[in-house]
């Protein structure tokens, strides 16, 4: 892992995804850092966020780069939660 993406993982940790996905976007948009781990953290900057669909495009995204990416894991978490969820019950 790039030093650049070892700060952007501590900065999500912290609780800086504002930050945290702006460096990530800028990192991708220059091509640095295209890679699965970055996709990684982007997703996991968005599930910090409740930001679902973004945070699951990434992991696909991480995880189309690389099958062994742990975004493969973090994805299938993400579905297990959303899916846990009784949508029949909101009505109710």
Known sequence: ???DLKVIR???DK???DSAIAALNDNLSQGEGADDEAYYLLGNAYRKQGDWQHAI???LEA???NPESPAAGARE???DILNF???DMYNQ
């Open 10 to 12: 501590a900065m999500i």
């Open 77 to 79: 978490m993400l579905m």
């Open 1 to 3: 892992m790039s030093e």
């Open 85 to 87: 969820y009784n949508k």
């Open 63 to 65: 995880t189309a780069l």
């Open 57 to 59: 495009d990434n992991y």
């Open 15 to 17: 609780g800086e995804t």
